[in-house]
Each structure stands twice: as structure tokens, then as C-alpha cells.
């Protein structure tokens, strides 16, 4: 079955820490890989997105993922967080067809400590 | 960016009665609506696919004559909680998009079932 998992429910950090939330998946086929965020009190936002080409992805922010085929991971990196980052942050797959029938991860909630 | 509208916000209703939720997109013709639900601290679950015109294709386990799903326009779509029990009190979460472009995520719609 398709399926996404994110290792961290959890994660606190102060500012200027570096981030690394952990995402992989189980997918038959070709996938296509999204990190969403949510801000408090408001809606989903796309940070960035893999559907080919160079595994390392850059997206707004200042973050970047990562796709490793062979870990099946498409871990989303910051190297400084800020407190404005706090939120909670959602890896999604959708097939090779590009269906937007997206699977969620549990999502993390990330807290930035000031 | 694109904006998606979800109306109403928040939502209370007693067993038994049917509440109607609308998901509209304000800038853009979406081909395709998707319909989602989270639980508290959980991650979103698809529920349905609707394409303006046909009828919406619903997720296994997904009861669709509980869950009435029209989409009437090319900007709206609508959900509708029928003879509503506590157990569907949750967020509703819709989104749009054009046919292979990314999709826009409405702020969502919290249902509380007394």
C-alpha cells in the first residue's frame, strides 16, 4: 500500500539551529514528492516539490529537500531556523500520473524557540 | 498565489442534520477539487476527487452518501455532512488546481457534531 511517514511528531529547536525533518515513502512506481506547511491558523502552503531531475530541491524559505531513491527518503533541510518557522510541516507523495491525489504524513510540528 | 475560500470556517450543528460546506476558487478555474479531512493533530486524509461536471470519485472507505460532493463550476464545489453524528466532527479541508499544476489548499472547515 502507498504510504508516507514522518520520523518526528515533535521537534524544538532554538533560532540559528540547523533542521532535518525525516520523510520517506512507499510507493510503487514513480513519485512525486511535496513538503507542505501549515502556520498557525492558516492554510497548507507548498515550501517545494520533486518530480524529476536533481534530487536536491531548493524551495521558499531558504529550505531544500533531498530525494534519495534508495532510502526512499525526501528529508526537508534548513540550515538556520528562525522563530517564524514554527508551524507544522507535511511531507506528501502523488504518483507518476501526477493525479493530485496526495498522501500525508502524519506531519511535525516544529517548535522554534526565540 | 492563488486563493482557495472555504465557507464556513467553523461550523456547529446537532446530530442528525445535514450541514453544507463550499470551497471556491477566488483567481483561477480549477479542473479539479479535492476534498480532505484532518483529525486533531493528525494528518489529512483524501476523501474525494471532484471534476467540474462529473461526478466525484470517492476514497475506499469513504461512505459518499454520507459525504455529498457536488462541483457545479469551474470555481466551486461543494461538501455536504448528511444526518451528521459526532464521529464526523472534523476539519474539512478542500483543494483546487489546474489539470498537472500544483494545488492550492483552502483554510478549511472545522465541523463540531453535538
Known amino acids: 500500500a502507498q504510504s508516507v511517514s514522518q520520523h518526528n511528531h515533535h521537534v524544538i529547536l532554538s533560532e540559528a539551529a540547523s533542521l532535518e525533518l525525516g520523510c520517506n515513502y512507499s510507493?510503487?512506481?514513480?513519485?512525486?514528492l511535496f513538503w507542505y506547511v501549515q502556520y498557525p491558523g492558516q492554510h497548507l502552503q507548498l515550501l517545494l516539490k520533486y518530480f524529476s531531475g536533481d534530487p536536491l530541491v531548493k524551495g521558499i524559505k531558504g529550505f531544500e529537500a533531498e530525494f534519495i531513491k534508495s532510502k526512499f527518503s525526501f528529508n526537508l533541510r534548513k540550515p538556520s531556523v528562525q522563530w517564524s518557522d514554527t508551524a507544522e510541516y507535511f511531507c506528501a507523495a502523488d504518483g507518476s500520473s501526477n493525479t493530485g491525489k496526495l498522501i500525508f504524513g502524519q506531519g511535525t510540528t516544529l517548535q522554534v524557540k526565540p | 498565489g492563488a486563493v482557495v475560500s472555504q465557507h464556513p470556517s467553523w461550523v456547529i450543528c446537532k446530530s442528525g442534520t445535514s450541514v453544507k460546506i463550499e470551497c471556491r476558487s477566488l483567481d483561477f478555474q480549477a479542473t479539479t477539487m479535492f476534498w480532505y479531512r484532518q483529525f486533531p493533530k493528525q494528518s489529512l486524509m483524501l476523501m474525494a476527487t471532484s471534476n467540474e461536471g462529473s461526478k466525484a470519485t470517492y476514497e475506499q472507505g469513504v461512505e459518499k452518501d454520507k459525504f455529498l460532493i457536488n462541483h457545479a463550476s469551474l470555481t466551486l464545489s461543494t461538501l455536504t455532512v448528511t444526518s451528521a453524528h459526532p464521529e464526523d466532527s472534523s476539519f474539512y479541508i478542500c483543494?483546487?488546481?489546474?489539470?498537472?499544476?500544483?494545488?492550492?489548499f483552502g483554510p478549511g472547515t472545522r465541523l463540531t457534531v453535538t
Open positions: 483543494s483546487a488546481r489546474v489539470a498537472g499544476y500544483e494545488q492550492y
Open positions: 510507493y510503487g512506481g514513480t513519485v512525486n
